[in-house]
């Protein structure tokens, strides 16, 4: 496959390479008659919006049809990006509007149309509105805080790559994401120019992992990777899979949640090509599980790529055992693993998205015992100052007592375990 030579300045243009048309309808071979093939394909593009983004378009996107609706260039094309787009069709708070019109927020803000169709328009705490709309707590510097509090750049030996774990890396592909989270650990590098990855840069990691034969596991992230065109991600994973140590690559994204159109068959198909090849998606809310969300996850699953969902636990928006427990259900539902529940790392004005510690252990005793076990993520703190990912637990081992290990459940009931020395 021929380098491409450079990715453009995707705050400002598309997603690198979003040249191609949307593939994600069914091959007109399997019909002779091309009226026949426009009518089904026009009621499979129907019945695949929900009834609220469809109410939504109709009042604020009356000319879209729903081809475009469910084109994800369309969407990437169109995000929410200024004051006056969102206030055209969402009434703001005051530290909403403060935040938007001072513009010295650290993250640009952006929000497909389709993400933005899940918001309640009129409630100021609703939880997506919260995740994706500046206010003007994000410009409060609370002690602790940083621009880079996992210290990434100490770990990183070329550009786009970070080595912290031995046996793998961070491979940081794009600084492009198609909806931009308020609390995101990166926010100071995504959605600038000058932070755009071009193949040269990504040679240079490549080659670093080519020589590294230590490093098995290749985590791509950045940014959004599956923002890209599919040509751009088969590029970094044929060449990523022609690496012999390297076993297995994952993909980190949060497309299914803000983008789900562009689980496309065509992209699904090529992804298939790389096993072993995983997926953790940044799920957040319940409210996120729609159908067109489950409908790309089971797509992902059903080309037998092993799905798993990254939490991050937020003040006010998801730090209730009923909100989690809801969200689990409905992910494991479209075969999604709930995988971690991140503490929400301290970047520059997180304060009022950071919940207590022991809110987050809270959580998992509220799980453990009441939902399976398929529904309990890692409750994980990503460690301040480079330190890596530390998982905590409620106190359920008591100690030892002679031969004997106290053990208490999910009912704080005690039980003893006979140990061997």
Known sequence: ?????????????????????????????????S??????????????????????????????????????????????????????????????IMALTAKQCQLPMAITPYYASLIDRNNYGDPIRRCVIPTINELHHSTGESEDPLAEDNDTPV???VHRYPDRVLFLATDFCSTYCRYCTRSRIVGRSNCNL???????????????????????????????????????????KAIPHVEIIRIGTKVPAVLP????????????????LWINIHFTHPDELTPETMKACNRL??????????????????????????????LLQCRVRPYYLYQCDPI??????RTSVETGIAMIQGLRGHTTG???????????????????????????????????????????YPDTQ
């Open 159 to 161: 550009q786009g790559l």
């Open 374 to 416: 398929l529904a309990i993520p890692h409750y994980v703190i990503d460690a301040p100052g480079g330190g890596g990912k530390i998982p905590l637990l409620p106190d359920y081992f008591q100690g030892i007592d002679g031969n004997t290990t106290v053990l208490k459940n999910y009912e704080h009931k005690y039980f003893y």
């Open 348 to 353: 520059v004005g997180s304060a009022h998205f």
């Open 261 to 276: 159109q562009r689980i496309t068959h065509t992209l699904v198909s090529m992804l298939r090509k790389y096993h072993p």
């Open 1 to 33: 496959m021929e380098a491409i030579e450079s990715l453009p300045n995707t705050e400002n243009q598309e997603p690198p390479g979003c040249s191609a048309s949307n593939t994600d309808e069914p091959p007109s071979s399997a019909f002779t008659n």
């Open 35 to 96: 009226n026949v093939v426009t009518i089904l394909n026009k009621q499979i593009v129907s019945r695949s919006i929900n009834a609220k983004a469809r109410i939504f378009r109709k009042l604020y996107y009356p000319a879209v049809n729903d081809s475009q609706w469910n084109d994800w260039r369309w969407q990437i094309a169109n995000r929410i990006r200024t004051y006056e787009h969102l206030s055209s069709f969402i009434e703001l708070s005051p530290d909403e």
């Open 301 to 330: 699953a059903n080309a037998g790529i092993p799905l798993g969902s990254q939490t991050v636990l937020l003040k006010g928006i998801n730090d209730t055992v009923e909100t989690l427990k809801k969200l689990y259900h409905l």
């Open 198 to 240: 071009s193949t040269s840069h990504w040679e240079g990691a490549i080659r670093y992992i080519a020589q590294h034969s230590e490093v098995r596991d290749v985590l791509i992230s950045g940014g959004d990777p599956l923002t890209m065109n599919d040509s751009m991600i088969e590029y970094l994973l044929s060449r990523l």
